[in-house]
């Protein structure tokens, strides 16, 4: 065989082992998302969990508004559409009719902790059954970049030119200690896509809320920091650099609750 026939011979090879692929709760997609975007990695990290932990059959995306509103173009689950900030509401009501189904919500920091505020401090204080993954990236992304209540102090963004400021616009709000101190919380953790340790830990964290609904312990919550290289006017590499310069010094990774662990039951951490 000459060297070009060598290279087009599709002949599957027996010695070869398979190491990556695409997890199956994944559907074949192009993705929308911008180059460098977290949203795809956060898709993969709850479809390989899906697959791991076999929920797809049983799994119930409730989608929301946001360059995720898509969602259900990439899980192959089944999915119903919250709008704006209603996403906990909508699976706490999937959920309590279909106690067997495995319900998740999917929000970004403007869906969820702005207009959604109400809702998804109800959800936890109730403590329903639901997990919620919550894409943090600071700002609105879909609607071309506003400051949202997590985007940090100093950040400029479209609605503050000049960088967010404590005396103008307010503090950031950290919404995985917020949830931590609420009731019906089971566990909220804080992580960070920035990296391979971090996607992979990131993992960990959603694994464990998932698993604190099938054991009806009470809402799991893990936000994720997330980029948006598009509206935060960088590129891929430099969006990951300043989720560790600026996001995770406002925003610190760690579990603050969970309450499997001795002393992290009821209230507070
Ligand atoms: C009730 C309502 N208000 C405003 C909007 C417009 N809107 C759509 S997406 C969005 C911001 C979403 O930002 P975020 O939740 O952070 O998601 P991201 O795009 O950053 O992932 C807004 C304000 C809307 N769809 N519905
Ligand atoms: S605008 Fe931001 S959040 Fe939306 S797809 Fe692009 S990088 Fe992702
Ligand atoms: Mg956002």
């Known amino acids: ?8 011979d599709l002949t599957p ?38 697959d791991e932990m076999s929920l797809r059959e049983r799994a119930i995306a409730v989608g929301s508004v946001g360059c995720s509103v898509f969602i259900y173009n990439y899980l192959d689950v089944d999915a119903v559409e919250a709008p704006h900030g209603r996403s906990p509401a909508a699976a706490t009501g999937v959920k309590r009719a279909c106690p067997d189904k495995f319900v ?24 329903e059954k639901i997990s919620v993954v919550f894409i943090n990236n600071a700002v609105y992304g879909m609607t071309g970049g506003q400051m949202s209540p997590t985007t940090p102090l100093g950040q400029k963004t479209t609605t503050c030119s000049e960088g967010r400021r404590l005396e103008h616009e307010g503090a950031p709000i950290r919404m995985a200690e917020i949830i931590a101190s609420l009731g019906g919380t089971a566990y909220s953790a804080r992580c960070s ?3 391979v340790r971090n996607i992979l830990a990131a993992k960990k964290s959603l694994r464990r809320a998932f698993e604190a609904q099938e054991k009806r312990e009470g809402l799991g919550f893990v936000e994720l920091l997330s980029g948006c290289p598009t509206n935060w006017r960088l590129d891929p590499v ?8 600026a996001l995770i010094p406002c925003f610190p990774l760690g579990v603050f609750k969970d309450k499997r662990l001795a002393g992290s039951e009821g209230e507070g951490k």
């Not at 065989?1 to 087009?8: G, K, R, S």
């Not at 430099?238 to 310069?245: F, G, L, S």
């Open 193 to 195: 896509l920035d990296s």
């Open 13 to 50: 090879r027996t010695d070869e082992i398979l190491v990556f692929d695409k997890p199956a709760s994944l559907r074949s997609r192009i993705t929308h998302y911008c180059p460098g975007c977290h949203h795809g990695v956060a898709h993969r990290l709850v479809a390989e969990l899906l």
């Open 238 to 245: 430099q969006a990951n650099a300043y989720i560790r310069t």
């Open 104 to 127: 998740f919500t999917y929000q970004g920091d403007g869906d969820l902790a702005s207009i959604g505020m109400g809702e998804i401090i109800h959800a936890a204080s109730r403590g």
């Open 1 to 8: 065989m000459n060297a070009e026939a060598e290279i087009l």
